[in-house]
């Protein structure tokens, strides 16, 4: 018998946003700013960045990404997004703390870059560096105005005080990747008054 379970939301607005850290030298917290809302880039325009840059309290592990600025094409949640894709497939993830043996659920909205490459954007979103959930996004009758975002879910168990989740494009020869924003963790807990038996 399986025991009921309640989420309590992990995500939250980012604390130390515009203060100038890199997050090489932040203290690992709770997981934050899953829609990609600093740095701010100039409305209606994009920033490329490359590994070992930082999206706030991402990293740009491999590849470089897009961060895209309000306006430039909708957002799912608040004004930018990430393009998974900027000359080549990058990789997105962020550190955070966890509790050992809890489950945390992870949702994210999904898109593709409309203005061009291969109808079928391709990725795998990553705990600790492995592939946990592959994904894909046709673009075909997408748009700037109408980016047709769709919701994804998985859940993972924390084995250490520290999770890494990641997101990467897997769309080799293209600059039009598949797009990522409102990523939320929230872990989940057993009911009080339920039992595991």
């Known amino acids: 018998m399986f025991a009921k379970r309640i989420c309590v939301v992990a995500a939250s607005s980012a604390l130390f946003a515009g203060l100038g850290v890199t997050a090489s030298a932040q203290t690992v917290s709770?997981?934050?700013?899953?829609s990609f809302e600093n740095p701010r880039v100039a409305a209606g325009s994009f920033t490329t960045l490359s590994a070992g840059q930082a999206i706030g309290p991402w990293q740009v592990t491999a590849g470089n990404v897009d961060l895209i600025?309000?306006?430039?094409?909708?957002?799912a949640e608040g004004d930018q997004?990430?393009?998974l894709n900027g000359t080549t497939p990058g990789t997105v993830a962020q550190t955070f703390t966890t509790v050992p043996g809890a489950n945390y659920t992870v949702t994210y909205a999904l898109a593709?870059?409309?203005a061009g490459g291969p109808t079928l954007r391709t990725g795998n979103a990553l705990i600790d560096g492995q592939d946990f959930q592959d994904f894909s996004f046709n673009v075909t009758g997408k748009s700037t105005t109408n980016m047709g975002y769709v919701n994804r879910q998985f859940t993972f168990r924390a084995t250490n005080a520290t999770t890494t989740i990641g997101f990467a494009s897997t769309t080799p020869n293209t600059s039009y990747g598949p797009v990522?924003?409102?990523?939320?963790v929230e872990r989940c807990a057993?009911?009080?008054?339920?039992?595991n038996g």
């Open 30 to 34: 709770r997981f934050d700013d899953g």
């Open 112 to 114: 593709g870059n409309p």
């Open 81 to 83: 997004s990430v393009d």
């Open 190 to 195: 057993p009911c009080p008054t339920c039992t």
């Open 69 to 75: 600025g309000a306006g430039f094409w909708q957002a």
């Open 180 to 184: 990522l924003d409102d990523v939320r």
